[in-house]
């Protein structure tokens, strides 16, 4: 997308001791995008950061998903009948700060991520589907996203590669997709550069909320240390409600797994994202020309003594798989000819409501928290948000965008928690 030159590439590999520092304006829990991203900014800002991850940055989710930028209402909010989304709508604004954070991404870190915003197509096959796709692209409009309803001939002139059987669509021009394995990576690179200490393999045990400050015990590669930090950003993913029961508060985020497969490599022939109204879908083709199935299809988490083992990958449901390859050659026909050369799964966090939470617990002070929701899409956005509130720069504006996502909703499961 743009003209770019080399970052320099230093990540700690381990902790250095009399290196390490022992007081930080800011400890960041997980070196996924948020993370990265997160310790990027602060550092800019002038915040000594410290950034623990327990494995390597993008190990989580943040390297395993999809990489769709999808600002179109997503599908998972249009299941519950009656609603048409109403909790997709109220991420609408947070959709088109993302579409701008992602137009500028690549020029403001110096690095190829193989963003493409040629468009996203959401299809339909019937007029039950129409009618919703309709109306999801009033609702859309009326939030100040740009898409439009087009009919399925139209849809083929865009994208000749869509099956018959498609009816209509709805195209967003700002959709796309990026590559998910260079995300995380980048920003650490960025963030280390602007001098925040990234320490990977390296795991939060322990967090003490100590009134003013929190105290935190790691362990790393050469051994236990603790730092104390003003202020603690929780950006674990499907790990941060363990984090948050170390300093004793309840998150209400859980573990879904999810199914991907990708294609052997083809010429280019697909240049949008494309979704599916009614069914879990969501296809794309890759620089190096692979073509990217998934739309949400579950796999199986492990468990042991009947809690989720988040240490172990998801297991993979072939019924999952067949019917997502399924969807995937009805909707572009011409996928049926190519060989599937890799299937793997994920594991993500939702919440109650679907929305994400980001931002400050209100009964602990100095406690931030970023996760859940589609975060490939809008973390870089929650990133800088979260950011700018624990800089306290433009503090007003950041609570008023994430106001959405605000951890404050789930307040009351706090309220029993002794100090
Ligand atoms: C299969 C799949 C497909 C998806 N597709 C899309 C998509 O197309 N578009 C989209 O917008 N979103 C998608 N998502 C969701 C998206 O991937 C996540 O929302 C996003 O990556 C979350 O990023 P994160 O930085 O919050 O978390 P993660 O990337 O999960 O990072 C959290 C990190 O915290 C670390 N950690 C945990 N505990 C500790 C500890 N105690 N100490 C130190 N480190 C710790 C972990 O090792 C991990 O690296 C998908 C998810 C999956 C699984």
Same mark, same amino acid.
């Not at 998972?76 to 909790?87: A, I, T």
């Not at 137009?103 to 040629?118: A, F, K, Y």
């Not at 045990?205 to 590669?221: D, M, N, P, V, Y």
């Given at each position: 997308?743009?003209?770019? %030159?080399?970052?320099?590439?230093?990540?700690?590999?381990?902790? !250095?001791?009399?290196?390490?520092?022992?007081?930080?304006?800011?400890?960041?829990?997980?070196?996924?995008?948020?993370?990265?991203?997160?310790?990027?900014?602060?550092?800019?800002?002038?915040?000594?950061?410290?950034?623990?991850?327990?494995?390597?940055?993008?190990?989580?989710?943040?390297?395993?998903?999809?990489?769709?930028?999808?600002?179109?209402?997503?599908?998972?909010?249009?299941?519950?009948?009656?609603?048409?989304?109403?909790?997709?709508?109220?991420? /609408?604004?947070?959709?088109?700060?993302?579409?701008?954070?992602?137009?500028?991404?690549?020029?403001?870190?110096?690095?190829?991520?193989?963003?493409?915003?040629?468009?996203?197509?959401?299809?339909?096959?019937?007029?039950?589907?129409?009618?919703?796709?309709?109306? %999801?692209?009033?609702?859309?409009?009326?939030?100040?996203?740009?898409?439009?309803?087009?009919?399925?001939?139209?849809?083929?002139?865009?994208?000749?590669?869509?099956?018959?059987?498609?009816?209509?669509?709805?195209?967003?021009?700002?959709?796309?997709?990026?590559?998910? !394995?260079?995300?995380?990576?980048?920003?650490?690179?960025? /963030?280390?550069?602007?001098?925040?200490?990234?320490?990977?393999?390296?795991?939060?045990?322990?967090?003490?909320?100590?009134?003013?400050?929190?105290?935190?015990?790691?362990?790393?590669?050469?051994?236990?240390?603790?730092?104390?930090?003003?202020?603690?950003?929780?950006?674990?993913?499907?790990?941060?409600?363990?984090?948050?029961?170390? /300093?004793?508060?309840?998150?209400?985020?859980?573990?879904?797994?999810?199914?991907?497969?990708?294609?052997?490599?083809?010429?280019?022939?697909?240049?949008?994202?494309?979704?599916?109204?009614?069914?879990?879908?969501?296809? %794309?083709?890759?620089?190096?020309?692979?073509?990217?199935?998934?739309?949400?299809?579950?796999?199986?988490?492990?468990?042991?003594?009947?809690?989720?083992?988040?240490?172990?990958?998801?297991?993979?449901?072939?019924?999952?798989?067949?019917?997502?390859?399924?969807?995937?050659?009805?909707?572009?026909?011409?996928?049926?000819?190519?060989?599937?050369?890799?299937?793997?799964?994920?594991?993500?966090?939702?919440?109650?409501?679907?929305?994400?939470?980001?931002?400050?617990?209100?009964?602990?002070?100095?406690?931030?928290?970023?996760?859940?929701?589609?975060?490939?899409?809008?973390?870089?956005?929650?990133?800088?948000?979260?950011?700018?509130?624990?800089?306290?720069?433009?503090?007003?504006?950041?609570?008023?965008?994430?106001?959405?996502?605000?951890?404050?909703?789930?307040?009351?499961?706090?309220?029993?928690?002794? !100090?």
């Amino acid at each position: 997308m743009s003209a770019r %030159k080399a970052a320099p590439a230093f990540v700690k590999r381990s902790c !250095r001791w009399g290196a390490l520092r022992t007081k930080v304006d800011a400890l960041i829990v997980g070196g996924g995008l948020i993370g990265c991203a997160a310790a990027w900014h602060l550092a800019l800002a002038g915040m000594e950061v410290m950034l623990v991850e327990q494995a390597s940055t993008g190990s989580g989710a943040s390297g395993q998903n999809a990489g769709s930028l999808h600002f179109q209402i997503e599908r998972r909010f249009l299941e519950r009948k009656g609603g048409l989304g109403l909790e997709g709508e109220q991420t /609408a604004t947070l959709s088109r700060i993302a579409i701008d954070d992602w137009s500028t991404l690549e020029d403001r870190l110096g690095v190829s991520l193989h963003v493409h915003m040629n468009g996203g197509l959401m299809v339909a096959e019937n007029a039950d589907q129409v009618a919703i796709l309709k109306a %999801k692209a009033d609702r859309e409009r009326a939030m100040g996203l740009s898409v439009e309803t087009i009919d399925g001939a139209e849809a083929r002139r865009r994208a000749p590669y869509l099956s018959e059987g498609i009816v209509a669509a709805n195209f967003m021009a700002a959709e796309g997709h990026a590559d998910t !394995r260079k995300i995380a990576p980048a920003f650490a690179t960025a /963030a280390t550069a602007a001098g925040a200490e990234i320490q990977i393999r390296t795991r939060l045990t322990k967090l003490e909320w100590q009134g003013a400050s929190f105290r935190a015990e790691i362990i790393g590669s050469e051994g236990a240390f603790t730092v104390g930090a003003k202020k603690v950003l929780v950006a674990a993913g499907v790990w941060s409600a363990r984090i948050a029961a170390m /300093a004793n508060l309840h998150l209400p985020l859980f573990p879904v797994g999810l199914t991907m497969s990708a294609s052997e490599r083809t010429p280019h022939f697909l240049p949008h994202l494309v979704q599916h109204v009614a069914q879990r879908l969501s296809m %794309k083709q890759t620089e190096a020309g692979n073509i990217l199935i998934g739309g949400g299809w579950p796999s199986r988490l492990h468990r042991v003594d009947g809690i989720f083992d988040l240490s172990r990958p998801a297991e993979l449901i072939i019924q999952s798989l067949r019917n997502n390859l399924s969807v995937a050659t009805k909707t572009v026909p011409r996928v049926a000819d190519l060989n599937l050369i890799r299937t793997w799964t994920g594991v993500t966090a939702v919440t109650p409501d679907q929305l994400p939470i980001a931002g400050e617990f209100p009964t602990m002070p100095g406690l931030f928290c970023a996760a859940g929701g589609s975060a490939f899409t809008l973390g870089p956005t929650f990133a800088r948000l979260v950011a700018d509130q624990m800089l306290e720069r433009e503090r007003d504006e950041a609570d008023r965008l994430l106001a959405v996502a605000s951890p404050a909703r789930f307040d009351s499961l706090n309220g029993f928690m002794g !100090r």
